[in-house]
Each structure stands twice: as structure tokens, then as C-alpha cells.
Nanobody, 125 residues
Framework: VQLQASGGGLVQAGGSLRLSCAAS????????MGWFRQAPGKEREFVAA????????LYVDSVKDRFTISRDKVQNTVYLQMNSLKAEDTGAYYC???????????????????WGQGTQVTVSS
């Protein structure tokens, strides 16, 4: 699976961005799509995940009620709608795909087999 992330940019605090992650290749091989982020000097952090078949979602507490992950099964694309952005949301955002069928392990980077390149999100305060 090849993943192409896009949609990052510079936005003021309180603003919104929508990230996209287009999948190609063996797209039937994954069950879960996730978004992670990494700020300079910090470890990669789980943000959100969605199951491909049912659309069940999971979020890190810090983005609940602000971010929404969704998928378009026709376009083979996953989205991350980010509202009410804060300075602490700044970082490189990565999408990833996993053959897991359970969300319980979707929080861990080593559960994912394919990664897209990062797209930078910068929130100015």
C-alpha cells in the first residue's frame, strides 16, 4: 500500500485544516487507517484511527470533540478534519495503514505496515 498525505499548512489558533491520505496499491490489505503526529524533539504520537469496513473511530483524548477522522471507500482516502486548532497541535502529521482488525492496538506505531510521508501542520498562537 502506498499512502500520500496532503493538506497541511500554517493556520492561526482556532482555525481549521483538513488532511487527506490517498491510498493506492493493495488497498484491500488494510483494515485500519490511522493518523499520527510528531513535534520536534518528541516521539510520534497517536491521533486517531478508523476501521475501514465499519468506520469505527478512536481518538486520543487531546483531540476529541475537535478532530474527526473519516474514510471514503470509493476514493480510498482517509481524512482528518481538524477544528479549533491549538499551538500544541503543531507537528508533522503521518497517515498509516494496518492489517489489524481491532482498534485496541491502533494506538501503537508498530501496529502499522505502511506509512505516508508527513504533512506539516503549524498552528500560530
Amino acid at each position: 500500500v502506498q499512502l500520500q498525505a496532503s493538506g497541511g499548512g500554517l493556520v492561526q489558533a482556532g482555525g481549521s485544516l483538513r488532511l487527506s491520505c490517498a491510498a493506492s496499491g493493495h488497498t484491500l490489505s488494510y483494515e485500519i487507517m490511522g493518523w499520527f503526529r510528531q513535534a520536534p524533539g518528541k516521539e510520534r504520537e497517536f491521533v486517531a484511527a478508523v476501521t475501514w469496513r465499519l468506520g469505527t473511530t478512536l481518538y486520543v483524548d487531546s483531540v476529541k470533540d475537535r478532530f474527526t477522522i473519516s474514510r471514503d471507500k470509493v476514493q480510498n482516502t482517509v481524512y482528518l478534519q481538524m477544528n479549533s486548532l491549538k499551538a500544541e497541535d503543531t507537528g508533522a502529521y503521518y497517515c498509516a495503514s494496518s492489517s489489524l482488525i481491532s482498534l485496541s492496538r491502533s494506538l501503537y506505531p508498530d501496529s502499522y505496515q505502511s506509512w505516508g510521508q508527513g504533512t506539516q501542520v503549524t498552528v500560530s498562537s
